[in-house]
Each structure stands twice: as C-alpha cells, then as structure tokens.
C-alpha cells in the first residue's frame, strides 16, 4: 500500500466525537449577555469531529431574537453545522418564547434518526436524541443526551437509556452515548459500564474537566462507548473556549473495529 493509501486507511479506522454544552448560544447575566452562536460556529468546526453531540441548542427563542441584531435566521443546529455536515434535531423543552433541545452534527450519512422523551418531573424537560450514522457501509449508533440536575432523576434516565439502547441498538453494532450528564464525580460510570459501554475520558492522560468553563472542577460532560476502542480524550483550554459557554467540549478519538 502507498503512503497516502495507508494514511486514508488509518483515518477511516478512527472516529472522533465531541460533546459540547452550548448555553443556548448565549453567555453572561441581564444587561451583560452577549450573542457566543457565530464564535461557537468556528470552534465547532475547529474540533474537526466526526460526530458533534450538542445540548441546550435552541430552535427559535422570539425573545433573543429580538434583542440580539446578529441572531442567525436559521435553527442553531443547522446554523452550527460545518459545511458538508448534515444536523439533527429534537426539542426537549417548550418555553414562553421558544423550544430548546439536543442536536448532532455529523460528516458522516445520517439512516435514520429518532427521539425519546426521559423527563422525570414536570420541572425539567429531558429528552435523548438517537442517529443511526452510516460510517464506511457500517452503522454506528450516536445517542446525544442531557440528564437531569437530581441524582435520582439521573439514575432513573439512566434506567430507560439502558431499555432504549437494548430495544433500538442490536448488540453487534457499534454505539455512542454522549453529552452533558450532569454527572458530578462520575457516579454514573458504573451503571454505564454495566451496558458494556466505556467512558474514554476514563483513561491515563491529563484531566478532562469541563465545568464551569473560566475555572473548570469537574467533568459534567462524557463520550461512552461500545464496539469502539477509546484512543484518546480531551478538552481545549484558554480564554476563547472559557467565554463562549459555561462548559467546555469534551472530545473523544475511539478507533472502529475492523
């Protein structure tokens, strides 16, 4: 095999994926907010993901519409999305002036996409956004969640996570589980590990913490997955990423099996 045929070889066997709360766009407190969508947009496409899982995106909020005047036309999801990429989104959550919810942005072909409600109270809207991607002819499933604030809400999502992966995902497929988990101390690893899944920010290498993002303490935000190899794990650092949102992305490279 040539050079340039083993290195496109080499980069197929590879898949990298982010997860990345997004604040809905918006940073800062009352008189002091401002727009972060269009910085957001060039940072995503500089995480150079294969598959991009992202929470608090908003579908149209009339009320930050009109107070920004550079507020894009467009859904955020879409208006994120890298040239070429194709974006999927599902609301998790109606409000006063708009909906909110999951995205995925992805280089690879989408096959099918779908939703499924996992609020487990009234006081917050939960949702898990499924894509079945289609990467060198085989199906890799991305699931893009957001659990919830309380511990028992998170551990009873994590219940029907596992029955949803079980009903939708055969078991010889490959599957990503990522996003913002709400998951002080990685209480929920166990329970993950239990669905066969890994957390690949759970290797030797520099701390993955993303939360807050101007002096990050803790990792909220996590890349599990199953029949894939975690290679590496990270997240970028420095004052661009620490203005945009009050997370920062977390970015996880897995090889594919052969």
Known sequence: MNQPAAATAAAIQNLRVATYNIHKGVQGIGPTRRLEIHNLGHAIEQLDADIVCLQEVRKMNRQAAARFPRWPELPQADFLAPEGYTAVYETNAVTRHGEHGNALLTRWPVLRTGHQDISDHRFEQRGLLHA??????????????????????????????????????????????????????????????????????????????????????????????????????????????ARMSDHLPLVADFSLPN
């Open 132 to 241: 079945v991607i289609e990467v060198e002819g085989r199906p890799v499933h991305a699931i893009v969640v957001h659990l919830g604030l309380i511990k028992g809400s998170r551990v009873r999502q994590i219940a029907r996570l596992r029955e949803f992966i079980d009903r939708e995902v055969p078991a010889d497929e490959a599957v990503v589980v990522a996003g913002d988990f709400n998951d002080w101390g990685a209480r929920m690893r166990y329970a993950m590990n239990a669905m066969g899944l890994r957390d690949a920010s759970d290797l030797r290498g520099p701390r993955t913490l993303t939360y807050p993002s101007r002096l990050p303490v803790t990792q909220l935000d996590f890349v599990y997955g199953r029949r894939l190899e975690p290679l590496a794990c990270s997240v970028p650092r420095g004052p661009i990423w």
